[in-house]
């Protein structure tokens, strides 16, 4: 019975696929919460979506500017052809074995079928959109490919032999292409007036309003030129004879499972298995009343596995479910958490079904949903990734999870710390935080490394003195009592699989895999101790800084990283710990700067083909410079100038000097007056102030009122308990103010 009801229901899907986009009813008039009546296209949007050739998202909005894909292309292309059922089987014969060859997901097969039966597209343009990967990924297709498509199925191409487009940039649009553009203009789905600046953009993205505005324009010609429709064997019309009153139809009540469910935007189709030969096929529309355990839900609260009862029209040939009234499906797992949103309150579990096979899944986590770490009582942001945990779900939301944190969560290096809490990463890459104890008195730090200062060695430290060893390795123990507040810190050595980076290029074994160079943390920079890894190209690291994605080939030479995961000589997975992280991490106190219109200087320590890697000579940090104008006349091993701005968190070249430019001291990021290096610091607690002398025996004095940011001290209070040892050989940038005092500095590392 099984693999008959599969065989109906994957007949009943494919049929319901093909007319996902017959106009539904009007009255079940849906407006999106981010497309204001005051949007450009808001009748637009909203007439396609009401008649279900367009549709939202389960959140209610429509994401008017989102980019449209290859693959939805070829969704709305395949509504203008207007091919019927009949039609579609007759392409299929000739086009699906193809298609399916390319690789087109089961979902969108019928609608390439259609594009390419009415040549709306062609299998040239099919094995480049494979070859980029638009199959797989949401690029975006561009407005000049858009009108190929959307001509092609309208059958409007011009087939004027002189072809005298309006557009000033007409000469970037393909001459291949203009006869498709021609037959958009002259039907009204492409303005003549582009823009409205009179351009046409041709490679530019198309959004979803855009098209929700063509789609219309198209169905709208289409319906007032009817020979541009497809019939197929078209039926003479016969004259009614005694036309029969229609009769109400009796309800349908079906008692059953869930077995299969296949939505397509607001309207879906359902099997039940309803102990008959072949279960019952339902088809479902936003009219559809749904109710789970006696409240209202919606399409997405139908699971495989419910027990319902539906109420249906059965006068059509798949049943139109009038009212569904299903009971909510409880599960327990166990598993491991692969990811956490809290912004959206989802969270993904991997575990093994009852089947034995391993999933991932994402569940949403409501505001009544009992959560608790070590069974205390906690939020979803607590929760981290790689805890394993115990979960009861019902009707795919979390009821219950229970987290076990490991051991390991509490031995990590330090992300973050102030005198409120400390946040550390741990060798499996979770994050965790824990509170401080309002005073330093009431917890212990310890200094337990074997290459640390006499001084410091198996001592108390206080918190200033912790800070300034910036991201260190620390074990923390806590008191369950009162709230997992900190009660001793240990820093230590640190893992074993701890690392420094000797070199980083581009000479791996392939062209999509890079080479780095390490050395043991505790050992010599010797050729005998380094070791060599590779790593794909695009390898993303494991981080300290705030920002996401950050490739592994731009970590800097003299960088500490901890391998996380690797398969013989390959990384999969690293995680970077110190301050000489490429692009700006400044010592876990701000995560990187903003880079617009900013200064870098420093000296080129490699060049390639649009990219520069450089020295910082402020902060001997090393930073990659993306670079998108000419950089022929940089020199490796020489200092310049490097004007950046943002693109995605890394510095992009805007432009650069081989001699200071005049608005460099004026910089927002070197708005200082002139950098020294301190050669004695003290603090003087008879007149409260700190004064520190140069390398040239210059005294500069800071007081209360001085601005001071940069390499840990954050205050004049932490100041003032420092050490003369802790700033010989620091540099800082500094800017007098008229008393004679600093007004601001910026402390830099040794």
Known sequence: MKNNLKRVFSLVLVFMLCITFIPMNTASAKTFKDVPKTHWAYNYINEMSNKGYIQGYPNGTFRPSKEISFLEAMRFAAILTQYDEQALQAARQVWLKDVVALGVPKWAQDNVVKCLAKQAVNMTTLKAAKKNKMFTTNKPVSRVNLAEFFAGAMGVKSTDPVIALPFKDVNNIPEGTRAAVAGLIDAGVVSEKGTGKGMFYPKRAVRRDQVARMVYAALEYQAKNTSNVNPVNPVNPVNPVNPVTPVNPTPTVVTGTIKEIGITGVTAIMLVDDNTA????????????????????????????????????????AMQAKSINAKGVQFSLEGEVTNVDSSNKEIKITYTDSTKNKVSKVFKVDSDSSITINNRSRDLSDVKRGSQVKATIYNEKVKTLEVTASSDDYKGYIKKLNYREITIVSLNGRENTYKLPRSDRDYDIYDSRDNSRRSYRERKLTYDELARLGSVYVEIETDVKYDDEVVSIEVGDGFDNEYIVYRNNDRGRNRDQWQIELYPKNSSNSSYNRETYYYDYDLTADSFDSRNGVRVRNIGEGSRVVILEKDKDTIKRIMVIDSRYNNGYNNGYNNGYNYNDNYIYGKVLRKGVDYVQVSDNYSSKTYVIDASISISGISEGYPYYFKVSDKNGRPKLIAWYDKEPSDFRNNSRYGYDKTITISYFRYSSS????????????????????????????????????????????????????????????????
């Open 278 to 317: 072949n279960g019952k096929v339902f088809s479902i529309n936003p009219s559809t009343v749904i109710t789970v355990d006696g409240s209202i839900g919606n399409l997405a609260s139908l699971l495989v596995g419910q027990s319902v009862t539906i109420t249906a029209d059965s006068s059509l040939g």
């Open 687 to 750: 007149r409260d102030e700190v004064y520190v002398t140069d390398n040239n025996n210059n005294d500069y004095y800071l007081n209360s009122s001085t601005n001071i940011d940069g390499y840990y001290y954050r205050s004049y209070s932490s100041l003032k308990s420092a050490n003369d040892s802790d700033f010989r050989g620091t540099k800082a940038d500094i800017t007098i103010g008229s008393n004679g005092y600093i007004s601001k500095i910026y402390f830099y590392g040794r």
